[in-house]
């Protein structure tokens, strides 16, 4: 006799890690980015329309020789492949033995300085399987409305409005509080920004494109 079942499916995966060498980077990578600021006062060019005031790099940032820089890298690399391995664990555990080893690529890499008032409108990436958020300087009042990085329901486009639907439908959006040293993964396709910034002391954040691929 057949038994009823309910699935739960494509459960979406939002990562949070701390970094644990976060003071002995912070200030040499403020450092840095003032420096870089300073040899490329515009930035980026073709700033992304969703970008409201602030400044924005290149999207290189991962070839720029720093050691601080170096060492963020690293620790972005461990956390996307261990975000990658937790979300594909059912996939990993069926493959042949010896389990094969992955590689990291960081696709882009950039920081953005935010001025008082700076935020950035909601947007997708492209080209990669993991998207993150690094929270270098926060700057002041780190509450969950001031500068924080939130999240879009996916099912926000065909949302039912009947109670039958409620679940889809309620909730709003996933905020998360910015705090130093903190590092957000989550897959390219989700929708996020960050509310606007009301604090006087710049806040500076890192962000970043990967992929993960079998090893040949």
Known sequence: MNKNQIYSLWPIYIGEFYNPE????????????????KKNPKGREGLNKENINLYESKYDLHHEKNESLSKLFNFFAKCFLGMSNSANKKFISEMKEPKPNFDVKINNSWFIKYNTNGSVLPHDHGRCSWCCVYYV????????????????????????????????????????????????????FILHGSNPYKGEKNRIIVSANASVDIRN
């Open 22 to 37: 976060h003071q002995e980077i912070k200030d040499d990578l403020i450092n840095f980015f003032s420096e870089y600021e």
């Open 137 to 188: 300087q926060i700057g002041e009042d780190a509450t969950n409305e001031n500068g924080s990085t939130y999240f879009l329901r996916p099912y926000q486009r065909r949302s039912p409005e009947d109670f039958g639907g409620k679940f889809y439908s309620s909730g709003g959006n996933a905020t998360f509080k910015a705090v130093e040293g903190k590092m957000l993964i989550w897959p390219n």
